[in-house]
């Protein structure tokens, strides 16, 4: 009878140690997974091919943008805030004149057709809309 009682909690103890083990390769494998999925964002939003992209939109918004004379200077992508949309695309905050009011939120896809990436949507802040007024 104790023979068996130290056979059960063997067998407990062996089943907690593969399960925790278990448990553990794959909270491991899921963190890389998703820290080689932000990579490979931040590796697309700073491609040439989205500067391109970002600064035509930022165009469409300012004429003079990126200019001394443009409302809008500068702008930085938020890397924490990317994203992939799940109707396809990367969705990308941008900061405007390094002011975290005046965010743009847009998704940005890529033509099938001609390989360029696009803005498919985008939405200002209120800030960034006042800024924007008379262009």
Known sequence: MEASKENRKTKIRWTLWLL?????????????????KKREMIQIAESKKMKLAIENMLTKLDSKALTPE???KSYKISKDDLDYNPMGGLMIKIIINDNENLLLST???????????????????????????GN
């Not at 925790?20 to 080689?36: A, P």
């Not at 998704?107 to 007024?133: A, F, H, M, P």
């Open 107 to 133: 998704t940005i896809q890529e033509d099938s057709v001609t390989g360029k990436y696009e803005e498919t949507y985008y939405g200002k802040t209120k800030e960034l809309n006042d800024l924007l007024k």
């Open 70 to 72: 443009g409302k809008i």
């Open 20 to 36: 925790l083990t278990t448990l553990f390769l794959g909270g491991c494998s899921f963190i890389t997974g998703r820290s080689t």
